[in-house]
């Protein structure tokens, strides 16, 4: 797979991609069920001067959303004192997807639906390319009260979940970028993790520390997996991101 860097776009053309999000589509909140045989992705930007330039970052977005959903191959390690201390070390994780599948969906898909709100641009796109446009809920809306998937995973024979929380971003379009991808590498984590137990010794000249370090880590491809659901806590500022996939599907 090829590593994929984010598109930087200049500030100079960016109006208010630092504001809250307060106003947003409903099928940016809860992905719409899509027809048998394809596929929606969500696309998001900043709001700027030139519209067809915020339409064109929110469409890039939504194709390396897409990208992502087909098959994405995720590499993390986290370390965490054993001991009842939370504290991460040395984290480490690494999202990629491969290139030609970009350019595949790129050459074959279609916009369905789009929305311009005082916070930015936003885009509904499916793939393969489709002839009809589907009927689903596609008015603008507030975010509602909090989900029961903010708390604990949805419990299904069928899906399994991971959840990806981020707060406190300057910017909500970083933000849910970060939110997306550790909701995969959630995921990922609960499909398959190597676990370590660390014994590890800090000696100085008058004390002797002992830690136990518990080291997880994962290097897992998966395929088929879609932020169906978002959340943003406006009181506190926490972005919350739920992703799954099918039991049924090979993850490798």
Same mark, same amino acid.
């Given at each position: 797979?090829?590593?994929?860097? #984010? ?21 940016? =909140?809860?992905? *719409? ?12 930007? %900043?709001?700027?001067? /030139? +519209? ?5 970052? $929110?469409?890039?977005? $939504?194709?390396? /959303? ?9 590499? !993390?390690?986290? =370390? =965490? ?10 984290? #480490? !994780? &690494?999202?990629?997807? @491969? ?15 789009? #929305?311009?709100?005082? &916070? ?7 793939? *393969? ?5 589907? +009927? !689903? ?16 995973? *949805? /419990? ?7 959840? %990806?929380?981020? #707060? ?9 970028? @970060? ?8 995921? %990922?984590?609960n499909i398959e993790i190597e676990a370590e137990s660390i014994h590890a010794v800090q000696r100085d000249d008058r004390f002797t520390i002992e830690s136990k370090i518990l080291r ?7 395929? +088929? ?8 806590? +406006?009181? /506190? ?8 996939? =099918? ?6």
């Amino acid at each position: 797979m090829t590593r994929l860097s #984010s598109i930087i776009v200049p500030v100079v053309f960016l109006l208010n991609g630092l504001t809250a999000q307060i106003i947003i589509p409903e099928w940016f =909140e809860k992905l *719409p069920d899509s027809p048998s045989g394809f596929c929606y992705s969500v696309g998001y930007s %900043g709001k700027y001067q /030139n +519209q067809s330039l915020a339409r064109q970052v $929110a469409t890039s977005r $939504a194709l390396s /959303n897409m990208a992502k959903q087909h098959s994405v191959r995720l590499i !993390f390690e986290i =370390e =965490e004192f054993a001991d009842g201390r939370f504290r991460l070390l040395n984290p #480490s !994780f &690494e999202l990629s997807y @491969d290139e030609s599948v970009l350019l595949d969906i790129t050459a074959n898909y279609t916009p369905i639906d789009s #929305s311009i709100t005082n &916070e930015g641009y936003y885009i509904l796109i499916a793939c *393969p390319s489709i002839e009809w446009r589907p +009927q !689903f809920p596609s008015n603008d809306k507030t975010w509602e009260k909090q989900p029961k998937w903010t708390k604990a995973l *949805p /419990n299904s024979r069928h899906y399994i979940y991971g959840i %990806g929380i981020v #707060s406190n971003y300057s910017s909500w379009i970083r933000a849910w970028k @970060d939110a997306d991808e550790y909701a995969r590498f959630d995921l %990922g984590k609960n499909i398959e993790i190597e676990a370590e137990s660390i014994h590890a010794v800090q000696r100085d000249d008058r004390f002797t520390i002992e830690s136990k370090i518990l080291r997880l880590s994962c290097d897992i491809v998966l395929k +088929q997996s879609f932020i169906v659901e978002r959340w943003y806590d +406006q009181k /506190n500022d926490i972005y919350y991101s739920l992703c799954c996939k =099918e039991r049924r599907d090979n993850p490798h």
